[in-house]
C-alpha cells in the first residue's frame, strides 16, 4: 500500500510566478491536510480538505493561497504570486475519518524555494 | 494563544541508553497526541499515539505516557540506536470544531552517539 505521495519533491520559483503542489492521499483516504514548515520549527496547520470541501482553512493566508481536493485526482495546494516568504517545505497528510479520530499519515513534502 | 511546546530542544545520548523526551501541552480540552519523527529531508513519521482517556501506551521500544493534571507528553525510547536520531515533534488534535487540525510543537532534537 503506498503511502502518501507528493510531487514534485523540490520546487523552484521566481517571485511572482505561481506554485502548485500536488498530494495523492494513501488509499482508502479521503481527508486530506496541509502543513507547512519554516526551517528549523514545527509543522503549521493550513487546511483541511475532503473530497470537494473544504473543512477548515484556518491556518490559510487568506490571499494568494487556495487549496483543492477534487472528485478525481490529487489536491492541489497553490500559491498564487509567489514571495521569497512563501520559501519553506509544504507537507500533506491524509487519513481514512477525520483528524481527531484517526492518525494523519504525512508524504515527503515538497519544497518550494522562492528566487 | 494555545500550543504545545518542549522543554529540551535538543537531547544527546549513547547508543544503549534509554531516552525521554517531554512536551508541554496548554490545551486542556485536547483528546489526541501524537509523537512524530522527522528525519532530515523527510516528512513526519507517527511513531504512537495516545488518547485524553489513557495515560500510558507502550509500542515497540517506545512508550508515551500523558500527564493530564498539569498537561505534560511524554515519549520513552528504550535502548536507544543510531537510526534513532532524527527531530520529534509532539502533536495534539484539539477536538471540537477543530478536529483534524493539529497543533505541532516546535520540536527536540535527539542525537544518538555510537
Known amino acids: 500500500n503506498a503511502g502518501v505521495m507528493q510531487n514534485p519533491r523540490h520546487l523552484v520559483r521566481r517571485r511572482g510566478q505561481e506554485a502548485r503542489l500536488r498530494c495523492s492521499p494513501m488509499?482508502?483516504?479521503?481527508?486530506v491536510y496541509w502543513y507547512r514548515q519554516l526551517p528549523e520549527e514545527g509543522l503549521k496547520f493550513m487546511v483541511y480538505l475532503q473530497k470537494e470541501n473544504i473543512i477548515d482553512e484556518s491556518g490559510m493566508p487568506k490571499e494568494r493561497f487556495s487549496a483543492e481536493f477534487p472528485k478525481e485526482g490529487p489536491s492541489i495546494l497553490r500559491i498564487q504570486q509567489v514571495v521569497r516568504g512563501d520559501s519553506a517545505a509544504y507537507f500533506c497528510?491524509?487519513?481514512?475519518?477525520?483528524?481527531?479520530?484517526?492518525?494523519?499519515?504525512f508524504g515527503p513534502g515538497t519544497r518550494l524555494t522562492v528566487l | 494563544g494555545e500550543s504545545v511546546g518542549l522543554h529540551l530542544p535538543t537531547l544527546s545520548v549513547q547508543e544503549g541508553d534509554n531516552s525521554i523526551i517531554n512536551c508541554a501541552y496548554s490545551?486542556?480540552?485536547?483528546?489526541?497526541f501524537i509523537w512524530y519523527k522527522q528525519e532530515s529531508g523527510k516528512g513526519p513519521q507517527f511513531i504512537i499515539d495516545i488518547r485524553s482517556n489513557m495515560d500510558k501506551r507502550q509500542g515497540q521500544r517506545v512508550t508515551v505516557l500523558l500527564n493530564k493534571t498539569v498537561k505534560h507528553l511524554s515519549l520513552q525510547i528504550a535502548a536507544t540506536q543510531p537510526g534513532d536520531s532524527a527531530v520529534y515533534f509532539c502533536?495534539?488534535?484539539?477536538?471540537?470544531?477543530?478536529?483534524?487540525?493539529?497543533?505541532f510543537g516546535q520540536g527536540t532534537i535527539l542525537t544518538v552517539h555510537p
Open positions: 490545551n486542556s480540552a485536547s483528546d489526541y
Open positions: 497528510a491524509s487519513s481514512p475519518r477525520q483528524g481527531n479520530r484517526d492518525t494523519q499519515y
Open positions: 502533536a495534539e488534535n484539539p477536538g471540537g470544531t477543530s478536529y483534524g487540525k493539529l497543533t
Open positions: 488509499k482508502g483516504h479521503s481527508h
